[in-house]
């Protein structure tokens, strides 16, 4: 079975472009998780959807991060305009419901540099 | 609310030896609690789960953790490491009932010397 598929695995922009970030998550799944993780901060959650809506942004860090969730089988998380400090790696997860219980499923996740 | 402290960054132990990864949380209700393991430029992988069955899960590549509630850990356990073993693990908690952020912890690398 294939599992979450994000790309671009890696992206390299300068200060100040349009970002956008691709995640399919697994056939079925109906929750879906955006994470950015970083040597200073660890793995941090930035927003979780269900069935498609998005249930929880608290961890989206300012308006120049906006995610969507136009159908189950595809995410995108853009950064607009990007900043150096957005450098990371950013991780989209899937899971069968957003209980808790069930574990979530990773991509292999896009190294992001801004320069 | 949910946290969970694991306890070293960086752990090294010889081939063939115990692996003792250190993990305690804090939950207000029952947890679920994870492992997870992350190889370089990967996502992370589940290692095992705890969901209030057997307190002693056992989990894949030979590891298990085992839930004590008295002490509120979760260590995670392989008696003989092995090269590729060599990871970054990261401990979670989440709490039961409706939509639960899981938190995960700060990770610890686990280093096998030959």
């Known amino acids: 079975d294939a599992g979450v598929i994000q790309s671009p695995r890696h992206e390299v922009t300068e200060m100040g472009q349009e970002v956008t970030l691709r995640c399919k998550p697994i056939?079925?799944?109906?929750?879906l998780f955006w994470y950015r993780q970083t040597m200073m901060r660890g793995l941090e959650l930035l927003i979780y959807?269900?069935?498609?809506?998005?249930?929880?942004d608290s961890g989206m860090p300012e308006d120049r991060f906006s995610a969507k969730m136009p159908n189950a089988s595809f995410s995108t998380l853009k950064i607009q305009p990007s900043e150096p400090r957005d450098s990371a790696v950013y991780f989209c997860?899937?899971?069968?419901?957003?209980?808790?219980?069930?574990?979530?499923?990773f991509g292999d996740g896009t190294r992001l540099s801004i320069l | 609310a949910q946290s969970v402290t694991q306890l070293g960054s960086h752990v090294s132990v010889s081939e063939g030896a115990l692996v003792l990864l250190r993990c305690n949380y804090s939950?207000?209700?029952?947890?679920?609690l994870f492992w997870y393991v992350q190889y370089p430029n990967q996502g992370l992988q589940l290692l095992l789960k705890?969901?209030?069955?057997?307190?002693l899960v056992k989990g894949i590549n030979g590891f298990e953790a085992e839930f004590k509630k008295s002490e509120t850990s979760f260590h995670l356990t392989k008696p003989s490491a092995h090269m590729s073993d060599a990871a970054e693990y990261f401990c979670?908690?989440?709490?039961?009932?409706?939509?639960?952020?899981?938190?995960f912890g700060t990770g610890t690398k686990l280093q096998v010397i030959p």
């Open positions: 997860a899937s899971s069968l419901s957003g209980t808790g219980a069930q574990p979530q499923h």
């Open positions: 056939s079925g799944h109906n929750s």
């Open positions: 959807f269900n069935n498609n809506v998005p249930i929880d």
């Open positions: 939950s207000s209700v029952p947890p679920y």
């Open positions: 705890y969901t209030s069955a057997a307190t």
């Open positions: 979670a908690v989440s709490e039961s009932g409706g939509y639960q952020k899981v938190t």
